[in-house]
């Protein structure tokens, strides 16, 4: 795995989180954020900090961007809407790939025609894992990869009841592949004629903007 510099701006919950996540696979994190007292509960994880607030100080924000050089950033400032935007455009006018809390799909709309890599919405991503895991017996949740690219775990539902996977065909509607089927518990590797049931789980792999689609037609809607 390649070391990153990253640069973190705002320490909620959720920006803490992610500076723990970047600490434990040994990259390099700088943080900002409006408040010194944020910073001292990541200090120990972090190479430098700065207090900042990004609305008001967006050229000392741009200063930093430019002297730093960081591979990628995550702006996590969920409820300052205006700071994010600032933050996102000075950062991708320096060419930094950049991942950005929303609190809407509205905001996240706004965010990704503004050139933002990664949109994420935490409340309602965290719903969907647990709704999963609840519905689900096996062990595997959701794994992210580079790209664009996800594993998932999904309740197989009324729309592809009883059909088999050569009918559904979703690798050429969907661009999602069926990579293994939990059929009362057990682990099957799904072929053209295997059919399935309502209950049974699916590990699914393909692209995550395609997933609402795929996700409608296995509910029927």
């Given amino acids: 795995m390649k070391k990153k510099s990253v640069l973190v701006i705002g320490v909620g919950r959720f920006g803490q989180g992610v500076i723990e996540e970047l600490f434990e696979r040994g990259h390099d994190i700088f943080v900002i954020d409006e408040n010194e007292e944020a910073l001292e509960d990541v200090r120990d994880m972090i190479i430098s900090g700065a207090v900042l607030d990004v ?14 050089n960081f591979d990628e950033a995550v702006v996590a400032m969920g409820s300052d809407f205006e700071g994010t935007l600032i933050a ?13 809390k929303a609190s809407t799909g509205r905001r996240g709309s706004v965010l990704e025609k503004m050139g933002a890599d990664r949109i994420i919405f935490p409340e309602r991503d965290m719903g969907r894992r647990l709704a999963h895991q609840i519905s689900a017996n096996s062990e595997i949740d959701v794994l992210e990869l580079p790209q664009g690219f996800i ?14 996977v050569a009918k559904l065909n979703t ?20 072929t053209a004629a295997t059919r399935l049931s309502q209950g049974d789980v699916m590990v699914i792999f393909g692209k995550k903007e395609k997933l609402s689609l795929f996700e409608a037609a296995n509910l029927g809607t």
Avoid at 55 to 68: H, I, M, S, W
Avoid at 88 to 100: D, H, N, P, R, Y
Avoid at 151 to 164: K, N, S
């Fill in 151 to 164: 594993v998932e775990q999904l309740a197989v539902g009324p729309g592809f009841a009883d059909r088999t």
């Fill in 55 to 68: 609305a008001d100080d967006d050229e000392e924000l741009a200063r930093l961007v430019g002297e730093k």
């Fill in 171 to 190: 690798t050429n509607r969907f661009g999602i592949s069926m990579l293994l089927l939990y059929h009362d518990g057990t682990p099957l590797q799904p």
């Fill in 88 to 100: 996102t455009s000075i950062l991708k006018e320096a060419g930094v790939t950049v991942s950005v």
